[in-house]
Antibody, heavy 123, light 105 residues
Framework: QVELLESGPGLVKPSQTLSLTCNVS??????????WSWLRQSPGEGLEWFGY???????FYNPSLKSRVTIGIDKSKNQLSLSLTSVTVADTAVYYC???????????????WGRGALVTVSS | VLLTQSPGTLSLSLGERATLSCTSS??????LAWYQHKPGQPPRLLVY???NRATGIPARFSGSGSGTDYTLTIASLESDDFAVYFC?????????FGQGTKVEV
């Protein structure tokens, strides 16, 4: 079956760039019409969606994070990536990659998730 | 779209019925999903578009609602059902989530 696995540094210093990778196994990341996404959950908060990169290459970013976020896809490695610049302690969270499905070229719901990776922002 | 879930925690026993609520800040036309999340595991999609069960989800999970008020019902709690449940809307951009309801023994 298809599985997602997040990886990256567990500790990032304030003002630095947070970089995470999501490895997709069990199927090609290029297959199907999906919207590959990143989300996070800060302590005591609900989930926050960063946005997506579509299988076809289009992107959408959450306006609240757009200025700091880049989502990428490496089809040769079957990986998804997240880059978040100028981090602060408020960016401490569990970060998830997920696959979003939908119709009419829109991301609707998330049918496949990774287990999450804890990232702490601290000096 | 802001989603508010209640209660924050639901304490129930095996075999009891669980009723979880998700209220949206505006009408979302039934475009709501529910997920189950257990510690250390990936979240799992349970129900989408209010009442459609995702693949492999048992019939004891059901969703209902319209407009701004939505409900996830677990007909008879099994040991595997104690977890956090959260809702998500696809009516507006960005997609947003509720803060979750913990179902505990």
């Amino acid at each position: 079956q298809v599985e997602l696995l997040e990886s990256g540094p567990g500790l990032v210093k304030p003002s630095q760039t947070l970089s995470l990778t999501c490895n997709v196994s069990g199927d090609s990341i290029s297959n199907g019409d999906y919207f590959w996404s990143w989300l996070r959950q800060s302590p005591g908060e609900g989930l926050e969606w960063f946005g997506y990169i579509a299988t076809g290459g289009g992107t959408f970013y959450n306006p609240s994070l757009k200025s700091r976020v880049t989502i990428g896809i490496d089809k040769s490695k079957n990986q998804l990536s997240l880059s978040l610049t100028s981090v602060t302690v408020a960016d401490t969270a569990v970060y998830y990659c997920a696959r979003c499905f939908g119709r009419y070229s829109a991301c609707w719901y998330f049918d496949l998730w990774g287990r999450g990776a804890l990232v702490t922002v601290s000096s | 779209v802001l989603l508010t879930q209640s209660p924050g925690t639901l304490s129930l026993s095996l075999g009891e019925r669980a009723t979880l609520s998700c209220t949206s800040s505006k009408s979302i036309n039934g475009y709501l999903a529910w997920y189950q999340h257990k510690p250390g595991q990936p979240p799992r999609l349970l129900v989408y578009d209010t009442s459609n069960r995702a693949t492999g989800i048992p019939a004891r999970f059901s969703g209902s609602g319209s407009g701004t008020d939505y409900t996830l019902t677990i007909a008879s709690l099994e040991s595997d059902d104690f977890a956090v449940y959260f809702c998500q809307q696809r009516f507006g951009w960005p997609r947003t989530f509720g803060q979750g309801t913990k179902v505990e023994v």
